[in-house]
């Protein structure tokens, strides 16, 4: 049953209209959630996309491979050194990509008027 205060919709142009308004919002909702979930991708960013670990992770294997061998000091030393290195630039790398991320999700926050949910103090 139709309250009074309801509009009467008089014909079936009024009706597209009313459809293509809900298709449009539909269609501005799913690009939000798929940015929404680029976002969170991005703040989820795994050291191991980082090209640095990959390359202590040569070192290691180095390191194990070159055994106790007489004379091998100097490269266990180098690979060691180099291995910590890029350990660290890889934990530096994927900590500033994901700082980065949570910059943009907190621009994005503030672009749709929501609080970000998180404490700025």
Known sequence: MSTPAEPRFKDDASGE???QKGI???EG???ERELEEKLRRKMAHS???EWQFWLGMVWVLIL???GRDAGNDTVRFLATVSAVISFAAALDGA???RTQAMLDWIEYQKAKGK???IDPS
């Open 17 to 19: 209209e009313w459809f």
């Open 24 to 26: 449009t919002l539909l």
């Open 29 to 31: 909702r799913k690009q």
């Open 47 to 49: 050291v191991m996309y």
């Open 64 to 66: 194990f491979f070159s």
């Open 95 to 97: 900590a500033a990509k």
């Open 115 to 117: 609080p970000s949910g």
